[in-house]
């Protein structure tokens, strides 16, 4: 069983920075492929991006490509999400979440398990 839990969510205004965090259960990095999810009120869970296995490498949504970054420690079993020039859209619930596949990219069918959530909201 895989046990995440993010942090670091808050109110922040147009243009700054955010950065969230999962912790995961021992060894989660080496062996699953992590993602970050949002999803705003009434909207479809949207995929924000994801780090393979061994944080060998990453990869974006559209939406997000240039302003934010994921990366991990797997020494602490730790990810992170550095959020900046966030703008009022990007205003949602964010998960982390982790799946088994190699390549699951996007597609949230393929994420087994996810955390609670943390909320973002992005002030105009």
Same mark, same amino acid.
């Not at 949504?61 to 990810?79: Q, W």
């Given at each position: 069983?895989? !046990?995440?839990?993010?942090?670091?969510?808050?109110?922040?205004?147009?243009?700054?920075?955010?950065?969230? #965090?999962?912790?995961?259960?021992?060894?989660?990095?080496?062996?699953?492929?992590?993602?970050?999810?949002?999803?705003? +009120?009434?909207?479809?869970?949207?995929?924000?991006?994801?780090?393979?296995?061994?944080?060998?490498?990453?990869?974006?949504?559209?939406?997000?490509?240039?302003?934010?970054?994921? #990366?991990?420690? %797997?020494?602490? %079993?730790?990810?992170?999400?550095?959020?900046?020039?966030?703008? +009022?859209?990007?205003?949602?619930?964010?998960?982390?979440?982790?799946?088994?596949?190699?390549? +699951?990219? +996007?597609?949230? !069918?393929?994420?087994?398990?996810?955390?609670?959530?943390?909320?973002?909201?992005?002030? #105009?």
């Amino acid at each position: 069983q895989v !046990r995440l839990v993010e942090s670091g969510g808050g109110l922040v205004q147009a243009g700054g920075s955010l950065r969230l #965090s999962c912790a995961a259960s021992a060894s989660t990095f080496s062996s699953y492929t992590m993602g970050w999810f949002r999803q705003a +009120p009434g909207k479809e869970r949207e995929f924000v991006g994801a780090i393979w296995r061994a944080g060998v490498g990453t990869y974006y949504g559209d939406s997000v490509k240039g302003r934010f970054t994921i #990366s991990s420690d %797997n020494a602490k %079993n730790t990810m992170s999400l550095q959020m900046t020039s966030l703008k +009022p859209e990007d205003t949602a619930v964010y998960y982390c979440a982790a799946s088994s596949y190699y390549t +699951p990219g +996007p597609n949230v !069918r393929l994420y087994e398990y996810w955390g609670q959530g943390t909320q973002v909201t992005v002030s #105009s």
